[in-house]
């Protein structure tokens, strides 16, 4: 299969004013003195930590960069040497040059944050855990139960196992999708143990072992250990969070469908987790445009759609401007209500839900009846409950960033449009040394890589804002305090960065 290629004018485009120097308040500064090839070779490496440069991805043509950035052949040829030299670019013989990470570059993309760093908390620091972002369940949970248990004497007369979903929610979910301009059938829903599990079972029938599966970039960490516990390989298509209303790079999409032949994708355009960025109007139709163009089925997953903080309701659901199958939707409870509460379902047609029935009995019977009697009540009265969540969660972010900008004014922030975090940029590619050091100071944290492939995002960090205002301005203190103990050598180009 060939290899993907960045085109010379995404990979311009992305570099922007790359001869400048930073000022630090994200205003370009004056032409840095430094060598034409030296600051290319920056500006590309930046890009590779930030994930816009994807690894495996080729670089430009020398012939097609320096036309598109104005400069000479030779300082092209001088960066990518100098990127080669140093790791960022793997050659092969009769094969264009493709991005990499030095292998003594950190990488613990791959492995669940949490478990590692929660052993490393010293027992006498009270610890603030910012790897999950989930809140506590609303007053109305236990009355949801309540009311559960006086229906479930309907349900005792059967055998209690139905893998589609009891028909009380299946219809309350439909009513919801066609409220928000996606008509929609009871038959049409799949009832499933949250949006992952439902994730899960689409992938083993939608997939097969090597095949690639388009997703965002930055993601969903558990959507990308899905993906590769099917034997499936993510590619990512990077996000652009400083543009909040085209956030998702569509063209991009429809390149990588192409060129990898990608036959599945994995998207979360309502509320990205991490990013928080929401896919407009426009973008969704373009999307169910280029899935119909590439013959690629597209699962979207709005298990945040819920948690819109800016008073702006999201777009009609991506479905509803599919003309066939091409789009399937995922959605959960667990972010909207409760994380205990385990409920999900898959949005898709007859026939997919007929293929998904035929392996769930290989993994599980069906979601249990109380919980879903739960969720029936719950949706009963769900936007009293949740305006009030959101009225909570927009408190708290606000103190979040309050905290933020007094404690770590030199990081850059990005709140997004809504959901449960903000994905701050650090200054420096540090963020796994961070969250190893992080703990010392009292704040467990999820590093950047666990949202990227292959060791990206070394300079960004996901924080929650689901804590209580007290505790989310003391972890902003204790993460500024692991921060200043690290010493990297960021003044130095190209170089990796040693944490003391």
């Not at 205003?27 to 430094?34: I, M, Q, T, V």
């Not at 007369?157 to 979903?165: E, K, S």
């Not at 569509?250 to 960025?277: F, M």
Request: net charge neutral; hydrophobic share 40%.
């Amino acid at each position: 299969m060939a290899t993907r290629v960045i085109g010379a004018s995404s990979l311009a485009r992305d570099l922007g004013l790359w001869r400048n120097t930073d000022t630090g308040d994200g205003e370009p500064g004056k032409r840095s003195a430094r060598p034409a090839y030296l600051a290319l070779a920056e500006g590309i490496r930046l890009l590779i930590h930030d994930g816009r440069a994807p690894l495996g991805v080729a670089l430009p043509s020398e012939r097609d960069l320096a036309t598109t950035l104005g400069v000479s052949r030779t300082t092209i040829t001088s960066t990518y040497a100098l990127l080669r030299e140093h790791g960022y670019l793997i050659s092969r013989q009769g094969s264009r040059s493709t991005v990499a990470l030095p292998p003594a570059l950190p990488n613990d993309g791959t492995r669940p944050a949490r478990s590692i760093v929660a052993m490393m908390a010293k027992p006498e620091i009270t610890t603030i855990d910012m790897t999950y972002a989930a809140m506590a369940a609303p007053p109305e949970m236990q009355e949801a139960y309540s009311a559960a248990l006086e229906g479930l004497p309907a349900y005792l007369g059967t055998h209690g196992m139905d893998p589609v979903g009891v028909l009380a929610l299946r219809e309350a979910l439909a009513r919801r999708y066609t409220e928000r301009g996606l008509p929609t059938e009871p038959d049409q829903i799949l009832v499933t143990l949250g949006a992952q599990h439902g994730l899960r079972l689409l992938l083993n029938v939608l997939t097969a072992p090597s095949a690639r599966v388009l997703i965002d970039h930055p993601t969903y960490p558990n959507g990308i250990e899905a993906i590769r516990d099917v034997g499936a390989r993510p590619v990512p298509v990077p996000l652009r969070p400083e543009n909040p209303e085209k956030g998702w790079d569509l063209d991009g999409l429809r390149s990588a469908a192409r060129q990898t032949a990608a036959t599945l994708a994995y998207l979360v355009p309502d509320y990205n987790n991490p990013t928080g960025l929401l896919m407009d109007a426009e973008g969704r139709a373009e999307l169910a445009a280029i899935a119909r163009e590439t013959r690629m089925t597209v699962v979207v997953d709005e298990s945040m759609v819920d948690l819109r903080l800016d008073g702006t309701p999201p777009p009609p659901p991506v479905a509803a401007f599919a003309k066939g199958s091409e789009i399937v939707t995922i959605g959960s409870a667990s972010k909207s209500f409760w994380g205990g509460l385990r409920v999900g379902w898959i949005r898709t047609n007859q026939a997919l839900i007929t293929k998904l029935l035929g392996i769930r009995s290989t993994v599980d019977l069906g979601t249990p009846v109380m919980d879903q009697l739960a969720t029936v009540y719950l949706l009963g009265d769900a936007e009293a409950i949740l305006d009030r969540r959101r009225d909570q969660l927009r408190s708290q972010r606000a103190a979040l960033l309050d905290a933020l900008a007094e404690d770590l004014p030199d990081w850059r922030v990005i709140d997004g449009r809504g959901g449960m975090s903000l994905w701050a940029q650090l200054p420096a590619p540090v963020s796994t040394a961070l969250a190893a050091t992080a703990p010392n100071h009292g704040v467990l944290l999820a590093a950047g890589p666990r949202f990227g492939v292959q060791g990206a995002y070394e300079r960004f960090l996901r924080l929650p804002y689901t804590h209580s205002e007290p505790e989310l301005r003391l972890a902003a203190k204790g993460i500024a305090a692991a921060y200043q103990a690290l010493t990297p050598r960021a003044s130095d180009p190209l170089q990796p960065l040693t944490c003391y």
